[in-house]
T-cell receptor, first 115, second 110 residues
């Protein structure tokens, strides 16, 4: 079973607050990802990292930022939360697959509600 | 136009039925085709993947890819209430960036 953890699982917060969503994995994977998932919509990649000190923006524009100081840790930060940031945020990691495909393992997600 | 189209459902079937879930796509460069299962309040988990065209079977699950029609399917035989979840198709051409469908919500009733 994949060991990838996200905290908090649920967060209700007021507009303007700074928040950090935590993601940790114990599989030693180099690659990590953040996705945003809204009801009835596809997962959209918002950030990814290929290793320590590597971060890139994904296909969906996001006001969030990420950091990768340790291999196992990939936190996502919103400096000033707004209601438009209300969504589910999913973290994933991947490593070498047997047939080149790098299976992405997902965490349980953080449901964020900004009031 | 979205790169991957998937009927959101919901699809409601009786226990024991054969379920067919489908996605269409527009990018002929896609090489890997995946099916993820997502239970409520959980993250997606990889069910199975197929490289290029053909079929792949794993227990009650069969994945099919028809690249000529740009169409992929997941069949679930002898469906169980525990199969009730959202099924997401995903595909990629570079093994790294996945493009997901919206997911089809499946409910199997006893």
């Amino acid at each position: 079973e994949a060991d990838i953890y996200q905290t908090p699982r649920y967060l209700v917060i007021g507009t303007g607050k700074k928040i950090t969503l935590e993601c940790s994995q114990t599989m030693g994977h180099d690659k990590m990802y953040w996705y945003q998932q809204d009801p009835g919509m596809e997962l959209h990649l918002i950030h990814y990292s290929y290793g320590v000190n590597s971060t890139e923006k994904g296909d969906l524009s996001s006001e969030s930022t990420v950091s990768r100081i340790r291999t196992e840790h990939f936190p996502l930060t919103l400096e000033s939360a707004r209601p438009s940031h209300t969504s589910q945020y999913l973290c994933a990691s991947s490593g070498e697959g047997v047939f080149v495909l790098e299976t992405q393992y997902f965490g349980p997600g953080t449901r964020l509600l900004v009031l | 136009q979205k790169e991957v189209e998937q009927d959101p459902g919901p699809l409601s079937v009786p226990e024991g039925a054969i379920v067919s879930l489908n996605c269409t796509y527009s990018n002929s460069a896609f090489q890997y085709f995946m099916w993820y299962r997502q239970y409520s309040r959980k993250g997606p988990e990889l069910l199975m993947y197929t490289y290029s065209s053909g079929n792949k079977e794993d227990g009650r699950f069969t994945a099919q890819v028809d690249k000529s029609s740009k169409y992929i399917s997941l069949f679930i035989r002898d469906s169980q209430p525990s199969d009730s979840a959202t099924y997401l198709c995903a595909m990629t051409y570079n093994t790294d960036k996945l493009i997901f469908g919206t997911g089809t919500r499946l409910q199997v009733f006893p």
